[in-house]
């Protein structure tokens, strides 16, 4: 069990950095101010605070062979019913239904290739309850040393059917 909430520790503040300076990598522009964040400015764990309570969906996932979530913020946890703790041991190809598993998988292929990929598809919640993203963002996350630590998304149009 974590002690505070997940934006005020280091690995998770280490984390948010990750995929900020990434996503500005690849894109060229600032993710919380190209998303309406007011105050983009401050301390990494300020910045960590900001991007946790964004109004849009924010997760990352690691390298492993079958990539775990490493990061979901408020947006995300409300969406799949999960506490931190259970988001954080949640394969991310669980999110997507069989039938969209084969788009998901082409999808981060060519995100693995280009850096970065727009999307749109059905996923599934921990509940079951389907809902459509549209205009969604999958990008690789890469270090300082330019080595690749996993792929983030982010989305803010979505539906449940």
């Given at each position: ?17 990750l ?34 309570y ?64 727009y ?43």
């Amino acid at each position: 069990m974590m002690n505070g909430l997940p934006w005020q520790q280091d690995s998770i503040i280490y984390q948010t950095q990750l995929i900020l300076k990434s996503f500005e990598y690849w894109l060229n522009y600032s993710l919380l101010a190209g998303n309406g964040v007011e105050n983009t400015q401050g301390s990494p764990q300020e910045t960590a605070k900001r991007l946790f309570y964004a109004p849009f969906v924010v997760v990352s996932h690691g390298i492993e062979a079958d990539p775990i979530f490493n990061y979901g913020n408020q947006k995300a946890l409300e969406i799949w019913g999960l506490t931190w703790e259970e988001f954080t041991q949640f394969p991310s190809r669980k999110t997507a239904e069989l039938i969209e598993q084969k788009e998901r998988d082409r999808l981060l292929s060519e995100t693995t290739e280009k850096g970065f990929c727009y999307f749109s598809g059905v996923r599934i919640t921990s509940t079951g309850k389907r809902f459509k993203i549209d205009n969604g963002i999958i990008w690789n996350l890469i270090d300082q040393q330019k080595k690749y630590r996993g792929q983030a998304a982010i989305y803010s149009n979505y539906s449940f059917l």
